[in-house]
């Protein structure tokens, strides 16, 4: 079955204090591993998907990695409009739906 | 990204009636749709897949009864919650994959605030 653990469950950081989320995952087999942003009441925002081990994908300020176990994004000088819940999931092969972990809430203090 | 709307964004009702919410893709045509349940300060549960013309798929211990699903056409799928209870009270969010098939990113929707009093 596949799984999704993501770490911390939250995390304060002051605004400008980089840090990263973790995602870790098992899966049979991977066709791409997903991070969405979730503001609070809203449906879950795309951000990046990742295929394969040693992929890296960047938007702004947030930057994906992923390896064959686990997936980081890393947030680097985040201002308070990045606080949010962010969310990994996995889709693995010959599968439609994607399989979410619990999501880790970030709020930036300014 | 592609853009999925959900409506309504919040409803209200009475113990023992239906309600509708519709999730339609506004930009692409999608063949299948997901249909998610969030609980507060918890994470997506997937409650079922929507087939555009076929039945649609439930996960386990979902009941298909209590949670009538149509996808009548590329961009339109409903969710109806029949004789609602307040344990049904939760926030429901649609997808839809823009690629047929296996691959793609999928968007979601707006959500939907369901409170059953």
């Known amino acids: 079955e596949d799984q999704v653990t993501q770490s911390p469950e939250a995390l304060r950081l002051q605004e400008g204090e980089s840090s990263s989320l973790n995602c870790s995952y098992t899966v049979s087999g991977l066709r791409g591993l997903f991070w969405y942003r979730q503001d609070p009441g809203k449906g879950p925002e795309f951000l990046f998907t990742l295929y394969s081990a040693g992929e890296e994908k960047e938007k702004e300020r947030l930057k994906a990695t992923l390896t064959k176990k686990e997936s980081f994004l890393h947030i680097t000088a985040p201002k308070p409009e990045d606080s949010a819940t962010y969310l990994c999931a996995v889709q693995s092969k010959g599968a439609q739906k994607l399989v979410f972990g619990q999501g880790t809430r970030l709020t930036i203090n300014p | 990204g592609a853009v999925v709307s959900q409506h309504p964004s919040r409803v209200i009702c009475k113990s023992g009636t239906s309600v509708k919410i519709e999730c339609r893709s506004l930009?692409?045509?999608?063949?299948?749709m997901f249909w998610y349940r969030q609980f507060p300060k918890q994470s997506l549960m997937l409650m079922a897949t929507s087939n555009e013309g076929s039945k649609a798929t439930y996960e386990q211990g979902v009941e298909k009864d209590k949670f009538l699903i149509n996808h009548a056409s590329l961009t339109l799928s409903t969710l109806t919650v029949t004789s609602a209870h307040p344990e049904d009270s939760s926030f429901y969010i649609c997808?839809?994959?823009?690629?047929?098939?296996?691959?793609?990113?999928?968007?979601f929707g707006e959500g939907s605030r369901l409170t059953v009093l």
């Open positions: 930009d692409f045509q999608a063949t299948t």
């Open positions: 997808s839809a994959r823009v690629l047929a098939g296996h691959t793609g990113e999928l968007f």
